[in-house]
């Protein structure tokens, strides 16, 4: 019997104890617990990371678009800084004020007429013209005494300055002032005489500081020509040490802003004109000797004595002839006009025995690159100092035909302007 008792309370003993452990086991079965909360706290991280991170891409994201917005906003303010009139504004009126060239039933001739913007050649900018000017070939094409104007009806007029009201392109905005000269303006397409002007952005020169719209039109296609001529020379070799360069047609656009240049560059420029009550002027502009074409004798000899280093040569004809006879070894002539007509009778001698250039002047198809140098220039070092002087008058688009015809007689002086908007 005590022995039975013995062994039942061992046996409680036993249970009891196996449910202490058991108890004790019980409380470890939280641990999962603890590690997914853990794992739950590593999520909990992970989330508040990638929301920092998404908050942080966003507000990036935010800050492009804000920044891109405000370069937006400075481009649209550039864009109306300038503007002052409502037609500079991007306004074009319906209808506005053109010199246009007609070849019809009627016959050749030039009129002033209305037209809209969409009369005119396909481009992608509009400028409202200020001032443009009269030169020999707006002359010619004007009278269809040349055959310049390759299609009818077209605005004449070969150079143009003003401001920029309507662009397409990156390059300029609205309210710029720019210029334009030659570029197949009044010859393939629409040209300057217009108080409103479209073409192409890629043949527009910035206006440079140095000159005012004004001052652009006053060298206008004469100054550009009469400085590419010095440019091409002194690509051949021309240097003011080699003796003095004399300009032919001195009187007229081209030849009284060649004098003018050629003194800025250091050079002793001689005049040839044959109005020679003009000397006086021709010596103000830097001409220190002028001589009378009238009484120029070249000689008949394939050489003849050398008298001038090169020549800028608006007359060709006879005159460019005779000039090939008398020019130094290695200078150059820069032919750039045919008022005295298109033959030149002369020899290989002076090319091969003195090797004399003869350069030939395109300013009308000059690359752009080349054109943007010379008007840089034309504003600062080579700019004429006696721009003034050069000026001979001004006029609008319904006085046009008289100065045409003064400079087909050969009676220009100096530079023609003409008012447009200007």
């Not at 010095?230 to 051949?236: H, K, Q, S």
């Not at 070894?329 to 020899?347: D, F, L, N, Q, Y």
């Amino acid at each position: 019997m005590a022995r039975k008792k013995t062994a039942e309370r061992k046996k409680k003993k036993k249970k009891s104890a196996t449910r202490k452990t058991v108890a004790k086991k019980a409380p470890g079965k939280k641990a999962p617990a603890k590690k997914a909360a853990a794992k739950k706290g590593v999520a909990k991280k992970g989330a508040a990371k990638k929301g920092a991170a998404g908050k942080t891409t966003a507000k990036k994201a935010a800050t492009k678009k804000t920044a891109k917005g405000k370069a937006a906003a400075r481009k649209a303010r550039s864009r109306t800084t300038a503007r002052t009139t409502p037609s500079e504004r991007g306004v074009v009126p319906e209808t506005f004020r053109a010199m246009r060239i007609f070849d019809d039933d009627q016959g050749y001739r030039g009129e002033v007429v209305d037209q809209t913007i969409d009369e005119q050649s396909e481009g992608d900018t509009v400028i409202r013209v200020a001032w443009s000017g009269i030169n020999y070939k707006d002359a010619l094409a004007g009278t269809g005494k040349g055959k310049i104007v390759r299609q009818f009806p077209l605005n004449g007029g070969i150079d143009a300055a003003g401001t920029v009201v309507e662009s397409q392109s990156d390059e300029f905005h609205e309210g710029e002032e720019v210029l334009i000269t030659g570029c197949g303006l009044s010859e393939t397409r629409d040209g300057g005489y217009s108080e409103y002007l479209r073409v192409p952005s890629k043949w527009l020169v910035p206006l440079p500081k140095g000159l005012t719209l004004r001052d652009a039109m006053l060298l206008g296609t004469a100054g550009f020509t009469a400085a590419l001529s010095l440019w091409r020379m002194e690509a051949n070799g021309q240097t003011p040490d080699m003796g003095p360069v004399v300009v032919t047609g001195a009187s007229g656009g081209v030849g009284s802003i060649a004098i003018d240049i050629l003194t800025r560059a250091g050079y002793e420029a001689h005049a040839i004109s044959g109005k020679v009550e003009r000397f006086d002027w021709l010596r103000k502009l830097g001409a220190q000797q002028c001589i009378s074409s009238q009484e120029l004798y070249w000689g008949e000899k394939p050489l003849e004595s050398a008298h001038w280093a090169g020549a800028i040569d608006n007359v060709g004809g006879d005159m460019l002839a005779g000039l090939t006879r008398v020019i130094r070894p290695w200078g150059s002539i820069a032919s750039c006009g045919m008022a005295g007509g298109v033959g030149v009778r002369t020899t290989v001698m002076p090319f091969i025995i003195r090797g004399i250039g003869l350069l030939g002047i395109n300013s009308a198809g000059c690359p752009y690159s080349i054109r943007k140098e010379l008007w840089s220039r034309l504003a600062s070092e080579w700019k004429p100092a006696h721009l003034d002087a050069i000026e001979n008058s001004e006029t609008t688009l319904d006085n046009l035909s008289e100065y045409f015809e003064t400079a087909l007689r050969g009676g220009s002086v100096g530079r023609v302007l003409v008012r447009i908007g200007g």
